[in-house]
């Protein structure tokens, strides 16, 4: 006997019916799945790949290392993921402060002159300095407070000799300072409060920090003003760190871009995961899984 049209659409609608509720259910769980991960990438713990060699002998370059976010306290996502588009942002409380010694991951805060970096990426360095901290590198010997640091474990050099006191690099920060990599400072760690004094001599100095606090500042017939006005001091609005390298000969760090906005930290690496050379592209598979380096994976970071 055939089947009436009424029958045919009783028998078809149970099963249209099971295949939205698999679908509702699926995206469901994709929900639950996707948003556990969005919380805990951006509050907890993520991945970082190191680009660089800067941190040799602790971190070498192609390790992919677990980064500990919730400890400086984390944050949502501060950029669209893979463009540089900027997003507000805010950040959970911390459970601990940064201290001297500490390997940090941050958002790179741009070059020495750039008010804004062209590309929204992440650093990482060990924290040399905390607001208010006097740096000066003497003879490559690294003291803080007037007193000398205590020597990373893995820190090297790449050449035997050293560069020359009276050697002026003028790729280091600040600009126009009679400084190089070995012989540098003494410099203060801007901190929240503290007030600088302002003039036409030291007006290049300060002019791209004032700018990056979001202000604008100009020099007027050798009076300085900040956002149209007149001034001879300017309150420093934010903390900050020093970075560097310990891989000292090569590292592009606070020497040579200036100081970390403590805002901009994203965190403490743990642990290296994987590691491998990021040198060799994918495609080449064979040799790709050659270069693993097994004896790295499972590496804490100190």
């Known amino acids: 006997m055939?089947?009436?049209?009424?029958?045919?659409?009783?028998?078809?609608?149970?099963k249209l019916s099971s295949w939205k509720d698999k679908t509702k259910a699926f995206l469901k769980e994709f929900g639950i799945v996707f948003?556990?991960?969005?919380?805990?990438?951006?509050?907890?713990?993520?991945?970082?790949?190191?680009?660089?060699?800067?941190?040799?002998?602790e971190v070498m370059t192609g390790?992919?290392?677990?980064?500990?976010?919730?400890?400086?306290?984390?944050?949502?996502?501060?950029?669209?993921?893979?463009?540089?588009?900027?997003?507000?942002?805010?950040?959970?409380?911390?459970?601990?402060?940064?201290?001297?010694g500490d390997v940090i991951v941050f958002v790179f805060p741009g070059y020495r002159d750039e008010v804004n970096p062209e590309e929204f990426t992440f650093y990482l360095k060990r924290c040399v300095g905390l607001p208010g901290d006097t740096i000066q590198v003497s003879g490559r010997v690294l003291s803080v407070n007037g007193k000398v640091a205590p020597l990373p474990r893995n820190m090297k050099f790449s050449?035997?000799?050293?560069?020359?006191?009276?050697?002026?690099?003028?790729?280091?920060?600040?600009?126009?300072?009679?400084?190089?990599?070995?012989?540098?400072?003494?410099?203060?760690?801007?901190?929240?409060?503290?007030?600088?004094?302002l003039s036409a001599r030291n007006f290049d100095v300060w002019e791209t920090f004032i700018r990056r606090e979001g202000h604008t500042a100009r020099l007027d017939n050798g009076a300085v003003?900040?956002?149209?006005?007149?001034?001879?001091?300017?309150?420093?609005?934010?903390?900050?760190?020093?970075?560097?390298?310990?891989?000292?000969?090569?590292?592009?760090?606070?020497?040579?871009?200036?100081?970390?906005?403590?805002?901009?930290?994203?965190?403490?690496?743990?642990?290296?995961?994987?590691?491998?050379d990021t040198d060799i592209p994918i495609y080449n598979i064979f040799a790709k899984l050659g270069s693993i380096r097994f004896g790295r994976i499972g590496t804490l970071i100190r």
């Open 63 to 100: 390790d992919l290392l677990f980064v500990n976010k919730f400890i400086y306290g984390g944050t949502s996502p501060r950029n669209i993921p893979f463009t540089n588009l900027r997003l507000p942002w805010f950040r959970v409380p911390a459970i601990s402060d940064v201290e001297r």
């Open 159 to 197: 050449f035997s000799g050293m560069a020359n006191p009276r050697l002026i690099d003028d790729r280091v920060f600040p600009q126009g300072a009679p400084w190089n990599e070995d012989n540098y400072g003494p410099i203060v760690v801007p901190k929240k409060g503290m007030v600088v004094s």
């Open 35 to 57: 948003g556990a991960f969005l919380v805990l990438n951006n509050f907890v713990v993520a991945s970082f790949l190191v680009p660089t060699g800067s941190m040799e002998n």
């Open 225 to 276: 003003e900040i956002d149209g006005q007149p001034a001879t001091e300017y309150v420093v609005q934010r903390d900050y760190l020093f970075g560097m390298g310990d891989h000292r000969d090569n590292s592009l760090d606070s020497r040579y871009w200036g100081f970390i906005p403590k805002e901009n930290l994203v965190g403490t690496p743990l642990i290296v995961y994987w590691s491998w």
């Open 2 to 14: 055939k089947k009436t049209e009424e029958q045919k659409h009783q028998q078809a609608e149970p």
